[in-house]
């Protein structure tokens, strides 16, 4: 174990900062360190958002479900899957453009992936706090009109950074031997595992709140997975050119 | 700029490993620093299958069109999206699993690339080197297969870690203005910059193979997305249970 590893085993989301905004030359450094992730087929198909306008991140701030912290971040980005630019540098050959591909929406998708957490890696290092905010996607077609997002590209989630006014427990998670398996997918011992998880959530959430809240992981995967997730996404991404084949 | 973000600054891929496997600890490691990243509403939407069988390393390889460095690198790695143990655990809990949402898909396969890339930044940080396998999704269905992975789950990539025996250059990206964007998506400015990057690239190709390989990214995305991508892979999914809603 090095430096590197126990930084990354210490990860919590930060959701209150100092009132100081994050340099220009750093979130550029940042955003570099993002890029230089590897990238299926070398598409590159990123493109950061600095909002950086009040207005705007006070209403993405509220898209986003109230998550107040999209304002008062230090910084605040949008990372989009981009094969617009793709497109583009297809047509400049001479080629024509297959819109649509599922598998392009996912290559895409994942470079975004990818390459925030790299951004991330390098935000910790430097001691920032960082929050992804998926709640984005609750609007995605209002984010998209804010930032004057065109066709093939949509915004994947938002990424507060900034310097840290909290200092939360880190989160449990699942046993390595849910998650680690060997040669085959294994449902052997899945049981336990999991029940063993769900008191140790319930523990923390107890912990960390003085009692009031003490729910398990298998109660929250009820609320995400029992219900229909964001049904407007598909038509969403339809629009944008992305996922139709 | 510190010894983390010189790291991530210097990725490259490796497809050249010493005859030494990567031991079980190790990895093990490795998988909780991707464990450790942020996870969409605590989803952990990843299950990580090691594939030691030489014979099932041996197929991997010709799956992912030839790639020998899959059956020789130190240990090869199956990245999965994994929403069956949620679907479980929700229907543990009395609720009933909605199958097939494009969200669920999306926050799955997403928090692999997240989990993925702490993985890969904790094996570069012990002087381990990677390659990603997009190149499994040639053949999912026959990767399934091997692997028995069940409905809800599906391997969005493989992973080869081990010990380098190359040393190659960084490979050069896009130019920073032509992906980090102020307040709004802006096109002004892309065809120079893409220009600019077409000309790096072709040097880089240049010297790295004494001329014989002279092409630019432009020409690289002509091919990528100028043809109709893995058309396989939506019917795949829907059915293996994702992204059909």
């Given at each position: 174990v090095n430096p590197t590893i126990e930084l990354l085993l210490s990860h919590r989301s930060i959701r209150k900062f100092e009132d100081r905004v994050v340099p220009d030359e750093v979130l550029s450094t940042l955003v570099q360190c993002g890029q230089a992730a590897a990238t299926s087929s070398n598409v590159q198909g990123v493109s950061v958002i600095h909002v950086t306008k009040p207005d705007v991140r006070q209403a993405m701030a509220s898209l986003a479900g109230g998550q107040t912290y999209v304002e008062t971040a230090?910084?605040?980005?949008?990372?989009?899957?981009?094969?617009?630019?793709?497109?583009?540098?297809?047509?400049?050959?001479?080629?024509?453009?297959?819109?649509?591909?599922?598998?392009?929406?996912?290559?895409?998708?994942?470079?975004?992936?990818?390459?925030?957490?790299?951004?991330?890696?390098?935000?910790?290092?430097?001691?920032?706090?960082?929050?992804?905010?998926?709640?984005?996607?609750?609007?995605?077609?209002?984010?998209?009109?804010?930032?004057?997002?065109?066709?093939?590209?949509?915004?994947?989630f938002g990424l507060c950074?900034?310097?840290?006014?909290?200092?939360?427990?880190?989160?449990?998670?699942?046993?390595?031997?849910?998650?680690?398996?060997?040669?085959?997918?294994?449902?052997s011992g899945q049981v336990e595992l999991r029940d063993q998880y769900d008191e140790t959530v319930r523990e923390y959430y107890r912990t960390r709140t003085?009692?009031?809240?003490?729910?398990?992981?298998?109660?929250?995967?009820?609320?995400?997975?029992?219900?229909e997730s964001r049904p407007h996404m598909k038509r969403f991404l339809a629009d944008q050119g992305f996922a139709t084949k």
């Amino acid at each position: 174990v090095n430096p590197t590893i126990e930084l990354l085993l210490s990860h919590r989301s930060i959701r209150k900062f100092e009132d100081r905004v994050v340099p220009d030359e750093v979130l550029s450094t940042l955003v570099q360190c993002g890029q230089a992730a590897a990238t299926s087929s070398n598409v590159q198909g990123v493109s950061v958002i600095h909002v950086t306008k009040p207005d705007v991140r006070q209403a993405m701030a509220s898209l986003a479900g109230g998550q107040t912290y999209v304002e008062t971040a230090g910084a605040f980005v949008v990372y989009c899957a981009d094969l617009r630019r793709s497109m583009n540098a297809c047509e400049s050959q001479g080629g024509e453009f297959v819109p649509g591909m599922m598998e392009d929406f996912l290559i895409s998708s994942i470079d975004v992936g990818i390459a925030a957490q790299n951004t991330v890696i390098a935000a910790e290092s430097l001691g920032l706090g960082i929050c992804y905010i998926g709640g984005l996607r609750n609007n995605p077609s209002e984010v998209s009109k804010l930032l004057k997002l065109p066709q093939q590209v949509y915004p994947v989630f938002g990424l507060c950074l900034g310097y840290p006014t909290q200092d939360p427990e880190v989160k449990p998670r699942l046993p390595i031997d849910a998650v680690l398996m060997k040669d085959e997918y294994n449902e052997s011992g899945q049981v336990e595992l999991r029940d063993q998880y769900d008191e140790t959530v319930r523990e923390y959430y107890r912990t960390r709140t003085g009692g009031k809240k003490s729910s398990c992981w298998s109660e929250e995967m009820k609320i995400l997975v029992g219900k229909e997730s964001r049904p407007h996404m598909k038509r969403f991404l339809a629009d944008q050119g992305f996922a139709t084949k």
